[in-house]
């Protein structure tokens, strides 16, 4: 049985673990860095941000991760989507995804915003059946050694909320 509901201090460190495996497993990760300062800061981050962080569990276990981060009054951004590997494909994203737009529209957000990499197959379908568009790209470095770099290319989405989407 899965169940959402959400995060508390007590969730850190399986979402610090849940983070670093499901994006691993992507070729995606980048190192710890800057750019992840906000998993190890959830309270300050999202929740006392006019955002929302969840967990989804099975069986007791937490396999699943979403996030909702303010970025203006009318603008959240959905982060840290992440399904553990051994847990993929059975619709626990679907369900973390539709809650976390449950309350934007609840906060009053008006538009949803995200990126994905492009090596994120699963995670570009999710999106886009869920009315998500494409709006443009960016490009990260990611670290490969010491000091060897190699580009990782994003794909930035958009949803207006007051949409009505089909799933394909």
Known sequence: MFTVRRYTSADQEVVEQLH???IQQTGAYLGRGPWDDDVYAIE???LKNEGEFLIGECDGLAVAMGA???TSPQRAEIKRMRVSPMY????YGQRILDELEARARALGYQILHLDTSVLQLPAQKLYEKNGFREVG???YQQQVGRDAYQPLEVILYEKQLGERTENV
């Open 44 to 46: 300050k981050a999202y």
């Open 20 to 22: 670093v495996s499901a």
């Open 137 to 139: 790209r960016a490009t």
């Open 68 to 70: 909702l981060k303010r």
């Open 88 to 91: 993929q494909g059975r619709g």
